[in-house]
């Protein structure tokens, strides 16, 4: 079964603390890994789409690397405006459908 | 900046009722799709419509859904006799022509249902 696992689930730094989300998937056919960020009560906004193993993308603070197993969400330099929920999901060969990890609550206290 | 918009942003509804939630994608996009998260839980794909008719659907998306797109703007979510556990943000997103290949999905703000 295809399968997209976030850690960690709750992540708490500092304003300025460096760090890494992390997304594993056990898919077959990856077309392709989004990432998004989610606030409260709102709709995914659209970050970034990775497609093969060594890709990296950069937005402001965040940067995003895949590997053949994994994604990695490094966030550079936090600030509290930064907060939010970072959501993974795969785009599967031949279908037309996001699956979507849990996500990872992540909080900067400033 | 283009965007997704969705209406209404809540509705309340009796069990058992029929409810509509309505959509307008980006303008010149093509595929048109429909998810929902549950609160507290992962968002999960319902189904996706190309050229007048459903290209993908989930086992969720059971007779009691349908989709329309009944005028050149609008894309609606049709749930009839809503259970308790319909209650979820419904998001309507889009992408251009080529689909997911074209590497963005967009999503609304979404629309909150809760069945009591």
């Known amino acids: 079964e295809d399968q997209v696992t976030q850690s960690p689930e709750a992540l708490r730094l500092q304003e300025g603390e460096s760090s890494s989300l992390n997304c594993s998937y056990t898919?077959?056919?990856?077309?392709?890994l989004f990432w998004y960020r989610q606030d409260p009560g709102k709709g995914p906004e659209f970050l970034f789409t990775?497609?093969?193993a060594g890709e990296e993308k950069e937005k402001e603070r965040l940067k995003a690397t895949l590997t053949k197993k994994e994604s990695f969400l490094h966030i550079t330099a936090p600030k509290p405006e930064d907060s939010a929920t970072y959501l993974c999901?795969?785009?599967?060969?031949?279908?037309?459908?996001?699956?979507f990890g849990q996500g990872t609550r992540l909080t900067i206290n400033p | 900046e283009p965007e997704v918009t969705q209406t209404p942003s809540h509705q309340v509804t009796q069990m058992g009722q029929e409810v509509i939630l309505r959509c307008v994608p980006i303008?010149?996009?093509?595929?048109f799709y429909w998810y929902r998260q549950i609160l507290g839980q992962k968002v999960e794909f319902l189904v996706s419509f190309y050229n007048n008719e459903i290209s993908e659907k989930s086992e969720i998306f059971d007779d009691q859904f349908s989709v329309e797109r009944p005028d050149g703007s609008n894309f609606t979510l049709k749930i009839r006799s809503t259970k308790l556990e319909d209650s979820a943000m419904y998001f309507c997103?889009?992408?251009?022509?080529?689909?997911?290949?074209?590497?963005?999905?967009?999503f609304g703000e979404g629309s909150r249902l809760t069945v009591l």
């Open positions: 999901a795969v785009h599967l060969g031949g279908a037309q459908k996001l699956v």
């Open positions: 303008s010149n996009h093509l595929y």
């Open positions: 997103a889009s992408t251009p022509g080529l689909g997911l290949w074209a590497g963005e999905l967009f």
């Open positions: 898919v077959s056919g990856l077309r392709g």
């Open positions: 990775l497609y093969s």
